[in-house]
């Protein structure tokens, strides 16, 4: 059956959209408007803070919610499917009520670093959405175990939940949530005044088998039961995140190499760990593309590993490694070409010789921390890209 022009126009604009080149076509007519307006309404993220990010977006986000609060209905509301709102300090209870009445059919929540509600909202989500995807609150300290149970029970389609530093959420969620979300792939519940125990982490290998990625930053009851309960289940686990998690030992961490196919490692301020067991993980993990190991005060010997097996690296992290010097650093920039992000802060060993070779090396890189590298010279600072952001350096003025 032949497409009348409208269902055609959505088709093709459907394609237009994926390279953000829809936007013109809402004035070209109103046929072409009513079209594109629909898909564009699908996807909403806006960012507060505007002194962090910029002060244009947080005027834009203002001006959305002021249409918000002054509109019962949109349009376009029922077309909105995904809404991120990021690094906002007044996300109430009333404005959250106001997106459930206007935007019906959501089924990824967004509210990274965004605050001001309480169980109260979540309540109502749970109720709204119950073909909810993605969930994230993080960085919330008004929830509690009452809302995240609600959601659990009610939310079972939930595929990716991020409850970190949420408040006051213990294992009681967590037994909720291992039994009632099968589809989760990622889970964070890092930190806060959270009391999350091994026992719950048992609970979540048990009944969901499709985990993927994990968050369990600051979690400081986990032990190394935890680790052995996650390699055993999740051979396949790309993400696992571990800061301050500072009843692990080095033998747990060693475990983690099971993980072939990790991608993302951070295990900041574990500082027991030693050189061998980077070394094991590295060899064993080649397609890990971020690795953070700060505040880990390891040697050249686990960077040269690094540098040797990992060449998808995007992401390092040695900051506060003083005993690092140019030799490691050097065959890092050789071989992991693909780097975005590097942070040496603290690496004081470091000199000109290192610098040289990621200017000529690293073509992709973005960030360059150096806070403390004080054997690092001007000069050789204006070998690399003029609009690499770099971090921290400064340099030490002479003795008068």
């Known amino acids: 059956m032949a497409l009348v022009l409208p269902e055609l126009l959505t088709k093709i604009f459907k394609f237009l959209a994926e390279d953000k080149a829809l936007y013109p076509a809402l004035f070209v007519s109103r046929l072409w408007s009513m079209c594109s307006g629909s898909i564009l309404w699908r996807r909403i993220e806006l960012i507060g803070d505007g002194g962090a990010f910029g002060e244009k977006y947080e005027i834009q986000l203002k001006k959305f919610l002021k249409i918000v609060r002054k509109n019962s209905r949109l349009t376009y509301g029922s077309s909105v499917r995904y809404l991120k709102i990021s690094h906002y300090h007044k996300l109430s209870n009333k404005i959250l009520g106001k997106f459930i009445e206007i935007f019906p059919n959501i089924i990824h929540l967004d509210f990274k670093r965004s605050y001001g509600y309480d169980d109260t909202a979540l309540f109502k989500i749970s109720r709204a959405y119950p073909n909810l995807i993605h969930l994230n609150v993080f960085n919330n300290g008004g929830l509690t175990d009452h809302s995240i149970i609600e959601l659990a029970s009610r939310c079972s389609k939930l595929q990716y939940l991020e409850i970190s530093w949420g408040g006051n959420i213990t294992d009681k969620s967590i037994y909720e949530i291992a039994r009632s979300c099968y589809c989760l792939r990622h889970l964070g519940i890092s930190g806060g005044k959270s009391c999350i125990s091994d026992k719950s982490i048992r609970e979540i290998t048990r009944f969901n088998p499709n985990i993927q990625s994990l968050n369990f930053n600051n979690c400081e009851k ?92 995007e992401y390092l992290n040695i900051y506060g490694s003083k005993s690092i010097n140019d030799s490691s650093i050097s065959k890092i920039a050789k071989n992991c070409s693909y780097i975005q992000e590097l942070e040496l802060g603290y690496c004081g060993l470091i000199t000109d010789t290192a610098i040289k070779d990621i200017a000529q090396n690293l073509s992709d890189l973005k960030y360059l921390g150096l806070k403390y590298c004080v054997n690092i010279s001007k000069e050789a600072l204006d070998m690399l890209d003029p609009d690499l952001d770099i971090g921290g350096y400064y340099t030490i003025p002479s003795t008068l």
């Open 222 to 313: 986990l032990t190394d039961a935890t680790i052995h309960a996650l390699v055993d289940s999740y051979p396949d686990l790309r993400k696992l995140d571990l800061r301050d998690c500072n009843k692990v030992t080095d033998i747990g961490i060693r475990q983690i190499a099971q993980c072939l196919n990790l991608e993302h490692l951070a295990l900041n301020s574990l500082g027991f760990i030693n050189d061998e067991t980077i070394c094991i993980i590295a060899q064993s993990c080649p397609n890990i593309s971020y690795f953070n190991l700060e505040f880990c005060h390891v040697t050249d010997t686990a960077v040269e590993a690094i540098a040797q097996s990992c060449h998808r690296l």
